[in-house]
């Protein structure tokens, strides 16, 4: 319960919270007391100030200075539902209060929209830590403190996510005021679906609609598992959506500043130091052993697109992107100096992180000789193969650096079970909405920040976008254009054989029904294409390796 109330004592107006039932004994009351008052000194921007923690008739209660502004309750009763950013920063907002309450050891137990005050900047106080305590308690003793609290913490996640819904859409969820109440009705302990309606009078862009249904997913191993996560995937979107990527594009810098893009392959990086001390006529032998790692391939056109070398070497000519004339403008020294400054595989990740790095780099290298295969005539197969393998920038390092989210994401990308016994299956999030609902960012999004720091320009970070799926492929307009559909093609293609082989026949099908018209494919061409290629990316991380 929250209540408004003035104290003629101070001349303070007040807002009291109670817990919904009275402690059953006096031992029930003091621990009360000491569990809020240890709460109530916790300080964090987005927890509210404790003016008092005292007790009125064996009723606890705390009070909160009700001058910071009205409750997101009495402040958001739009039946449009409130503008999709205000949302997002006030839940995000709220999580990270959360989340450092959750770190001290605190928990909420009992989240409601009139438990949140909203001041008029925008920022948002969450009242009520530990309230709600009392039958927990018990729960505790018998299961161990420190399960009883993290499932605690799911809760308070879980609850605020189902605010965040009813922000949103306008209404509360399964039209329950009372967040403990409807969440009794989701999984685990019941059967009821949350997810966002699509005819809402004020829409919501489809990457926070994705992280709005994955906190209330009816699958509890989908949802957020921790307040930091949450408030991670918005802020991510937020930031995305005013400043091309925030956070997250930061973070993915500074780490391919210390440790690269891509790891070196096994043995491929010393090979190519090897043939670098080699003579100058041997460029061409060189050039292929270093397409055979995309670590090595990505480290030169880095190293020869960056301002200083494109300043003084190339200016007006355009990006570089081959090989060949990559070696040719930085010479045989500069290969080994990018050879030696690779980390050897797999770099800081583990098992699981190199296994999914590995498939990631196979699928991207298969692509790349697809799309050499599918070119058509006059192009240069290896500015083709390029694009396309940059085209899987973003899912190669964010398999690098970020490796426990890629995992999330692929996991999100999963089909799953229909929500009840005999209906359909429920088809995975899309690689966008996946990678924001975890990064808070687009997956793609994350080659693009690099490639773009590595001095590309907007000509290849157009080419290395692939198309898009939801769009039907038009014909090109430019020479650009036609390697940046290749790429697609290829990519698509390859896509299509991950899935499970009773889907791959349609999609591949697809697949040329979308490229037919531009590229004058057959589902012949590419299952020829495609059976070629499989050698080569079968000999990934092995036929480069010293004998």
């Known amino acids: 319960m929250a209540w408004r109330v003035h104290d003629p004592r101070s001349g303070q107006d007040l807002l009291l919270v109670l817990p919904r039932q009275q402690p059953v004994d006096t031992a029930a009351l003091n621990a009360w007391l000491d569990r809020a008052r240890r709460a109530g000194r916790l300080s964090h921007p987005h927890l509210a100030h404790v003016v008092e923690v005292g007790e009125q008739e064996r009723w606890p209660f705390v009070a909160y200075d009700a001058a910071f502004g009205p409750l997101l309750s009495e402040r958001s009763r739009r039946r449009d539902g409130d503008a999709p950013a205000d949302v997002a920063r006030w839940i995000a907002q709220a999580a990270q209060g959360l989340a450092y309450a959750h770190d001290a050891g605190a928990t909420h137990h009992d989240i409601q929209p009139f438990l949140i005050q909203l001041s008029e900047a925008g920022s948002v106080r969450l009242m009520g830590l530990e309230v709600a305590w009392g039958l927990e308690a018990d729960i505790a003793g018998a299961a161990g403190e420190r399960q009883a609290s993290r499932a605690a913490a799911e809760q308070d996640v879980m609850a605020l996510a189902l605010v965040m819904h009813g922000l949103l859409a306008g209404a509360p969820a399964l039209e329950e005021p009372d967040i403990g109440a409807a969440l009794a009705r989701l999984a685990p302990l019941g059967r009821e679906l949350i997810r966002l309606p699509w005819d809402l009078p004020r829409p919501v862009p489809d990457v926070l609609r994705a992280i709005a249904n994955r906190a209330t997913d009816r699958q509890p191993r989908q949802r957020y598992r921790s307040a930091r996560t949450l408030a991670r995937a918005l802020e991510g979107w937020l930031e995305n959506d005013q400043e091309q990527g925030g956070k997250a594009h930061e973070q993915l810098i500074a780490r391919v500043r210390q440790i690269g893009a891509l790891p070196a392959l096994p043995g491929a990086a010393s090979r190519a130091a090897r043939l670098a001390l080699m003579e100058r006529e041997h460029t061409e032998e060189l050039a292929q052993v270093v397409l055979h790692d995309p670590a090595m391939t990505l480290e030169l056109l880095r190293a020869v697109n960056s301002a200083q070398v494109r300043g003084s070497q190339v200016s007006g000519n355009g990006p570089v992107l081959t090989v060949r004339r990559s070696i040719a403008m930085i010479g045989l020294q500069g290969v080994r100096r990018a050879a030696h400054g690779l980390r050897d595989w797999p770099g800081p990740l583990d ?74 299956e429920d088809p995975g999030l899309s690689e966008l909405a996946a990678g924001f609902a975890v990064l808070g960012t687009e997956v793609e999004g994350m080659g693009i920040a690099v490639a773009r720091w590595w001095g590309m320009d907007d000509a290849v970070l157009h080419m290395i976008r692939r198309l898009p799926l939801d769009t039907p492929v038009r014909h090109p ?35 040329v029904q979308r490229y037919v018209r531009v590229l004058g494919i057959s589902l012949r061409d590419l299952t020829a294409a495609l059976q070629a290629s499989a050698s080569y990316a079968s000999a990934l991380g092995h036929e480069d390796d010293d004998e």
């Open 477 to 511: 307009d430019t020479d650009d254009d036609v390697i940046r559909t290749v790429g697609s093609a290829a990519n698509e293609a390859v896509d299509a054989l991950a899935l499970p082989p009773e889907r791959q026949q349609a999609a591949l099908e697809r697949v």
């Open 351 to 424: 098992a699981e992180g190199a296994r999914a790095l590995e498939r990631a780099v196979g699928k991207a290298m298969r692509a790349a000789r697809l799309a050499q295969s599918l070119r058509p005539a006059g192009y240069d197969g290896e500015v083709v193969a390029l694009v396309a393998l940059m085209q899987n920038l973003g899912r190669l390092v964010a398999h690098y650096h970020f490796p426990d989210e890629m995992r999330q994401v692929l996991r999100l990308m999963q089909p799953g079970p229909g929500a009840r016994e005999g209906e359909a």
